[in-house]
């Protein structure tokens, strides 16, 4: 499934950091993921919005998950940019294929 991470206009840097991991740890998945060429459309389109804070004070990355004409918001809490990035692009492919068969 080809895979592209985008940010929100003017999200700033630590949202940047964010996708830059994330593209990373999709990229390491080749079996479940390939990054979609630059002019290519992708399959599947994470885009992140912000950086806020989770009810209990927990940093939390918001943004929104698309595939074809289903779209799902989405918050992850994280502590580690890195490992946090890692877990949620071993989560996003069940993700994808529940929004494939589900069509949201």
């Known amino acids: 499934m080809t895979v592209r991470v985008e940010v929100a206009p003017k999200a700033g840097a630590p949202v940047e950091a964010w996708a830059k991991e994330l593209r990373a740890a999709l990229e390491a998945r080749k079996e479940e993921f390939r990054a979609a060429m630059p002019k290519e459309k992708a399959e599947f389109l994470v885009r992140l919005d912000r950086i806020g804070a989770a009810a209990n004070g927990t940093p939390a990355v918001a943004g929104e998950l698309l595939l074809g004409a289903a779209k799902r918001p989405f918050t992850y ?3 580690d940019v890195h490992a946090d990035a890692e877990k949620l692009a071993r ?3 069940a993700v994808a294929d529940q929004m494939k068969t589900s069509g949201k």
């Open 91 to 93: 989560n996003l492919r």
């Open 77 to 79: 809490t994280f502590t």
